[in-house]
């Protein structure tokens, strides 16, 4: 079992930022790829920006690229997002999520996690 905690949300305007931190614990840290996705009302959850577990090799949904930064600390088994010049469509629930490097699926489909955390708000005001 993985049990992912997340913390850092909050209400911020406009081309603020923000930093949000998933504490992981469990079974082995490196085993596992982790990823960030997002949710609003009424939505499924989308794909945000995800870390291997091997090399560390990243990946951005197009509206985040050059703005998001995903970050893993392999010996304090933390998972950071960093957040900048944040725009209100960036507002949704952000959610943790951890998948074995011997699953299958897409690190993109949230079907692929079997771990999430219980998500953390994030608001951008205009």
């Known amino acids: 079992q993985v049990q992912l905690v997340e913390s850092g949300g909050g209400l911020v305007q406009a081309g603020g930022s923000l930093r949000l931190s998933c504490a992981v614990s469990?079974?082995?840290?490196?085993?596992?790829?982790f990823a960030w996705f997002r949710q609003t009302p009424g939505n499924q959850r989308q794909f945000a920006t995800s870390i291997s577990e091997f090399n560390g090799n990243t990946q951005y949904v197009d509206s985040v690229k050059g703005r998001f930064s995903i970050s893993r600390d392999n010996a304090k088994n933390t998972v950071d997002l960093q957040m900048n010049n944040l725009k209100p469509e960036d507002t949704a629930v952000y959610y943790c999520?951890?998948?074995?490097?011997?699953?299958?699926?897409?690190?993109?489909?949230?079907?692929?996690?079997?771990?999430w955390g219980q998500g953390t708000q994030v608001t951008v005001s205009s």
């Open positions: 999520a951890a998948r074995s490097k011997y699953s299958r699926g897409s690190d993109y489909d949230a079907g692929s996690y079997a771990y």
């Open positions: 469990g079974r082995t840290f490196n085993a596992y790829t």
